[in-house]
C-alpha cells in the first residue's frame, strides 16, 4: 500500500512513536491524519504543524463507547496504525498480583482488538487498498522477565495480528505487525540500555508498509532476534535474554527505580 493519498488514524498520537507516526505519514504525502489521544489538548502541536491535514480525535482504547465514536469520526480511513501501548516494566511475580498483566492485556490486546473490530467495515470501503498496523515489539517474540506481562500482550497482540491477516484477506485489507526493541520515548525513560530513535522506527515501519512486507522489523535489536530465529538458535536467545534480563536487574534494580 502506498502512504501517499492514504488516509491514515494513529492511536498514541500525541507523543513518542505516535507523533512520529503522524511526522512520517505526512511527510511521505498521506492526504488526512486522525491524531488520537486520550486528551486532544496533547494534539496542539501537531494541529499548529500540518493545519488541516490533521483532526484530532478523543480516543481511549479501552473504552467501547470512544473507540465506536472515532470510527463514526473517521469513516473514511484507509491506513489505521494501532500504535498506543502501555508498560509497566513488571514481572509477574515481581508484580505479586495480576493488576499489571490486566492493564497491559487491556490497552495492548484488547485495545487492539476493539480498534480492528470497530475499523474493518471502514477498511473495507477502500476496496483491496487498505492496511492495519500493528505496534508489537521483540517482547512479542520472547518474553523478557523485567517486562515480563508486558510481553505476555504483545506476544497476544501478535497472534491476533495473524490471524486478523487472514480474516481480513478477502476484504483486501493487509494487515502489518511491527517489532521494535527499545525504542527511546518516556516508555523506556531512565533506562540505560542501546535504543533506537522513534523518528527512525516510524520511517522504517512506512517504508515496510509500503514494499508490502507483512512482519516489518524495525532497529538493530529486532533484525538481530529475528535472525537467531530464523536461524532456530533458541539456546543462544534464550541465554541472550537471560542475559539482558540480568543486566537489567544489575543496572535498575527489581523494581526499576536503581
Ligand atoms: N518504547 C519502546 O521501547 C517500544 C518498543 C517496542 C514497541 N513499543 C510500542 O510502541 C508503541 C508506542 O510506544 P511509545 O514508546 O511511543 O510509548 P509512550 O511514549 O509511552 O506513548 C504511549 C502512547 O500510548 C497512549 N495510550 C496509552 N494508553 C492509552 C489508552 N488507553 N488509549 C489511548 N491511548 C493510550 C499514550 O497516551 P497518553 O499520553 O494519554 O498516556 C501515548 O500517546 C506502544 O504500543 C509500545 O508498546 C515501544
Known sequence: MQIAGSVALVTG???GLGKCFVDALITRGAAKVYACARDTASLT??????????????LDVTDDVSVSNAAKIAGDVTLLINNAGVLTRLGLIEAGNLEPLRQELEVNLYGVARMC?????????????SAVVNMLSVGSLHGFAPFGTYCVSKAAAMSLTQSLRYELQEQGTSVH????????????????????TPEDIAGETLAGIESG??????????HAVRKLLMEENFDTIEQAYLDRAAGHYQKHGKDGSA
Open 13 to 15: 498520537a500525541n507523543r
Open 45 to 58: 502541536s501537531l494541529i499548529d504543524s500540518y493545519g488541516d491535514k490533521i483532526e484530532a480525535v478523543s
Open 213 to 222: 512486507l507483512l512482519d516489518i522489523d524495525t532497529g538493530e535489536r529486532a
Open 117 to 129: 473490530l470497530a475499523f474493518a467495515p471502514v477498511l473495507k470501503k477502500s476496496k483491496n487498498n
Open 177 to 196: 505487525g511491527v517489532y521494535a526493541g527499545l525504542i527511546a520515548t518516556d516508555m523506556t525513560e531512565g533506562i540505560e540500555d542501546e535504543m533506537a
